[in-house]
């Protein structure tokens, strides 16, 4: 007998492959968290999971995609802070910032570190501040894009300086690093995610992390506060998504598959060695991503505001 629309959906979820929409080119920081929750997720739904990655527009090309997608529980979207600073951000957008998706859960928090190619001409942050000064747009600084967390924190920075540097806009910051380690750029601020290895390496420079305390995948870097811009904080959370009307009950599979993948002991080594944590499991909840999320979009709106960049 053909069961009703809802208990027919659930009943069956999922029956195919699920794609999960990564808003930024691969190889940065979200691709790098998605991939490895969804390989967890793939094997707890018995689905394969694929990753894909939608870039361009500071992250709202890929949001646009999801937020259009038809709500039936096959296409999501993982992404970040830029879903707090875009309402703000960006005064037309070809979809609902603020309402236009369903929330799964919360899946970490990373933390960022202000980092330069390996010859730029300073030995720690107050020398990065004093060359930013005097340099001004002849400085580079990397970015994903207006609504990436690499723009946010290039704000913030410029902001914390009382200085403007010249913004390089990237599909992601995996490309962007490329030219950071090839010396094209000077600057960027990225997430640990993306930049434990190559400040391990040596292949950059890093000034500071912006987080209140240091990060135990990198002992030695200073936090920003310590190296002399105190109040400067900020860490880039990572949620995932649904389009609004997706059916509550496969929203909560979801979930409970995010649940599985954020206790995985591999993912949480992994994240561990890119210095960062999964949250807890009562975060990656639809409820608390969804408060979590507004509260996000609330505090920054201000900030954005007194700094006047807009994307349009
Ligand atoms: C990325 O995945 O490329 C980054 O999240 C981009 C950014 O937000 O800075």
């Given at each position: 007998a053909?069961?009703?629309?809802?208990?027919?959906?659930?009943?069956?979820?999922?029956?195919?492959?699920?794609?999960?929409?990564?808003?930024f080119?691969?190889?940065?920081?979200t691709?790098?968290?998605?991939?490895?929750?969804?390989?967890?997720?793939?094997?707890?739904?018995?689905?394969?999971?694929v990753v894909e990655?939608?870039?361009?527009?500071?992250?709202?090309?890929?949001?646009?995609?999801?937020?259009?997608?038809?709500p039936d529980?096959?296409?999501?979207?993982?992404?970040h802070?830029?879903m707090?600073t875009?309402?703000a951000?960006?005064?037309?957008?070809?979809y609902?910032?603020v309402?236009?998706?369903?929330t799964?859960g919360l899946?970490t928090?990373?933390?960022?570190?202000?980092?330069?190619?390996?010859?730029?001409?300073?030995?720690?942050?107050?020398e990065m501040?004093?060359?930013m000064?005097e340099?001004?747009?002849?400085?580079?600084?990397a970015?994903?894009?207006?609504?990436?967390?690499s723009?946010?924190?290039?704000?913030?920075?410029?902001?914390?300086?009382q200085?403007?540097?010249?913004?390089?806009?990237?599909?992601?910051?995996?490309?962007?690093?490329?030219?950071?380690?090839?010396g094209?750029?000077?600057?960027?601020?990225?997430?640990?995610?993306?930049?434990?290895?190559?400040?391990?390496?040596?292949?950059?420079?890093a000034?500071a992390?912006?987080t209140?305390e240091?990060?135990?995948?990198?002992?030695?870097?200073?936090?920003?506060?310590?190296?002399?811009?105190?109040?400067?904080?900020?860490?880039?959370?990572?949620?995932?998504?649904a389009p609004?009307?997706?059916?509550?009950?496969?929203?909560?599979?979801?979930?409970?598959?995010l649940?599985v993948?954020?206790r995985?002991?591999?993912?949480?080594?992994?994240?561990?060695?890119?210095?960062?944590?999964?949250?807890?499991?009562?975060?990656?909840?639809?409820?608390?991503?969804?408060?979590?999320?507004q509260?996000?979009i609330a505090?920054?709106?201000?900030?954005?505001?007194?700094a006047?960049?807009?994307?349009?």
């Amino acid at each position: 007998a053909l069961l009703p629309g809802t208990a027919r959906a659930q009943a069956a979820y999922p029956n195919r492959p699920i794609n999960i929409i990564v808003p930024f080119a691969a190889g940065g920081p979200t691709d790098v968290v998605t991939r490895l929750v969804a390989e967890v997720m793939a094997r707890d739904l018995g689905q394969p999971v694929v990753v894909e990655n939608v870039g361009g527009a500071g992250g709202t090309l890929g949001a646009q995609r999801v937020a259009q997608a038809r709500p039936d529980g096959y296409t999501l979207l993982l992404h970040h802070i830029g879903m707090g600073t875009t309402p703000a951000l960006y005064r037309r957008l070809a979809y609902d910032p603020v309402n236009g998706f369903e929330t799964v859960g919360l899946v970490t928090e990373v933390p960022m570190t202000i980092i330069a190619k390996k010859d730029f001409p300073a030995a720690n942050l107050a020398e990065m501040v004093r060359v930013m000064r005097e340099q001004k747009q002849s400085i580079n600084l990397a970015n994903a894009g207006v609504g990436a967390a690499s723009h946010l924190c290039g704000l913030l920075l410029q902001s914390a300086v009382q200085t403007q540097v010249t913004t390089i806009p990237y599909r992601g910051t995996g490309p962007a690093m490329t030219d950071l380690i090839g010396g094209t750029v000077d600057l960027m601020c990225d997430q640990t995610t993306n930049t434990t290895q190559q400040i391990r390496s040596g292949a950059v420079r890093a000034f500071a992390v912006t987080t209140s305390e240091r990060n135990a995948a990198l002992p030695d870097l200073p936090t920003a506060a310590e190296a002399g811009l105190p109040g400067f904080e900020v860490s880039v959370w990572h949620g995932l998504y649904a389009p609004k009307g997706t059916d509550a009950a496969i929203v909560a599979r979801l979930s409970r598959s995010l649940q599985v993948a954020l206790r995985d002991e591999r993912l949480v080594a992994r994240f561990a060695e890119l210095g960062t944590t999964p949250v807890s499991q009562e975060r990656a909840t639809p409820d608390a991503h969804r408060a979590y999320w507004q509260a996000d979009i609330a505090k920054w709106r201000p900030i954005i505001q007194a700094a006047g960049q807009y994307a349009d």
